[in-house]
């Protein structure tokens, strides 16, 4: 769990009991437990993103590794993938792009808190809309290798076209991503008007 003021809390099965906290710094933005039982946090350090694994008993840091750069770079979604992985959804503002506007990232971290890739797999459309932020909600990991992202917020569809021949969209999308992170051109929309 993780409280009001950041501290990550270790408690019993039935939820009554603080067997362990721990202080981490750095501002909320996912948790995951990998099966060891070691929690992963995600979120945002001084224009970072963060991703940072701890021991089970929250007595040392496995790792804390920042990626990105920018005011809005983020953690915002994680996934553990079954070698220990830790695949991480984020925001960043690629570009000369005004500060309105996010890209969807997707970080691969391996065990030893090293980067294994870094890389914006959903841009904002900057000239179609005022605030496109598209941030990753979600992540699944497939048996078959695929990586899926749930990301919110404003964009142009379909990524692919000119920036000038998108169309406003305006909801939740599914990704299906390749294990690398780029993109299989597949996207499932479910839109608000």
């Known amino acids: 769990l993780v409280d009001a003021d950041g501290n990550i809390l270790r408690v019993d099965p039935e939820g009554r009991r603080v067997l362990g906290r721990r202080v981490w710094n750095g501002e909320f933005g996912a948790l995951a437990v990998d099966p060891q039982g070691r929690p992963v946090l995600a979120g945002r350090r001084v224009n970072q993103a963060v991703v940072t694994q701890f021991s089970a008993d929250l007595e ?32 960043a503002m690629p570009g000369p792009v005004r500060a309105e506007n996010l890209a969807a990232t997707l970080t691969l971290v391996r065990g030893n808190g090293q980067v294994e890739f870094h890389r914006v797999v959903e841009s904002p459309v900057a000239g179609l809309l005022r605030g496109s932020r598209r941030v990753p909600k979600a992540l699944g990991l497939g048996p078959d290798g ?42 499932y929309v479910y839109s608000r008007k």
Do not use: H, K
């Open 60 to 91: 040392r840091t496995v790792f804390d590794t920042t990626v990105g750069e920018g005011p809005e770079s983020a953690g915002t979604a994680l996934a553990i993938g079954a070698d220990g992985s830790v695949w991480m959804g984020g925001t």
């Open 146 to 187: 695929r990586v899926w992202m749930a990301i919110a917020g404003a964009t142009g569809i379909p990524q692919a076209f000119p920036e000038s021949l998108r169309v406003a969209q305006y909801g939740v999308s599914l990704a299906e991503l390749q294990c690398n992170g780029r993109r299989r051109w597949r996207r």
